[in-house]
């Protein structure tokens, strides 16, 4: 079946340092990917998505390319602020539903 | 502005109660869902509505229940059948619809949650 796999939290930087979260994926067919992200006591936003292979989604300086020889969307950004922290959520699309990873839990120090 | 509302954002449950949990949305979005949120998982579909009038289960739906009289609203309703309600509660609504061209990519826009608790 369909299934998303993503690095386990917390993931612990400090300001202004790169940042990768890890996401693979199983899917059959040609899902689509997405990337959201949950401050604390609110919903799921949004961040990125990309619908084909080698797409590269982007947003507010994050960035996840889908490589499907590599069945990943790993998320990066080159320098984190400390409003970066979050729970972030890789996700897959590929019928009636999406399919979640865990979340990865990011704590940005100053 | 258009956007999900969740309501109300805590709520407590006794023993033996069934409680309904509000959503609304005025994006004019065809589908809605509902996810269920425990600390430390990815979020689980307890019952998705693609049209007015007709919903299908996810892959949680044990004591649960909903409605879908309008279009703009798909109400929860966890009964005393569910034996560990204590999580927070996401309801989501999308534009497409499955298997529509384009479905794939459309995202879901969500509410804030609606946390729920056993007295």
């Known amino acids: 079946g369909n299934s998303v796999t993503q690095m386990e939290g917390p993931v612990t930087l400090s300001e202004e340092a790169f940042l990768t979260i890890n996401c693979t994926y199983t899917a059959t067919g040609y899902p689509s990917l997405f990337w959201y992200v949950q401050y604390p006591g609110e919903g799921l936003q949004l961040l990125l998505k990309?619908?084909?292979a080698d797409d590269k989604g982007s947003n507010k300086g994050f960035e996840a390319t889908y490589r499907k020889e590599t069945t990943s969307f790993h998320l990066e950004k080159g320098s984190v602020q400390v409003s970066d922290s979050a729970v972030y959520f890789c996700a897959l699309n590929s019928n009636y539903q999406l399919i979640w990873g865990a979340g990865t839990k990011l704590i940005i120090k100053p | 502005d258009g956007g999900i509302t969740q309501s109300p954002k805590y709520l407590f449950r006794k023993e033996g109660q069934n409680v309904t949990l509000s959503c609304e949305q005025n994006l004019n979005h065809d589908a809605m869902y509902w996810y269920r949120q425990d600390p430390g998982q990815g979020l689980r579909l307890i019952y998705y509505s693609q049209i007015v009038n007709d919903f299908q289960k996810g892959d949680i739906a044990e004591g649960y229940s909903v409605s879908r009289e309008k279009k703009e609203s798909f109400p929860l309703t966890v009964t005393s059948a569910q034996k560990n309600p204590t999580a927070f509660y996401l309801c989501?609504?999308?534009?497409?619809?499955?298997?529509?061209?384009?479905?794939?990519?459309?995202?879901?826009?969500f509410g804030d949650g609606t946390r729920l608790s056993i007295l």
């Open positions: 989501a609504s999308s534009t497409a619809t499955w298997p529509s061209p384009g479905f794939l990519g459309q995202p879901q826009h």
């Open positions: 990309a619908t084909k």
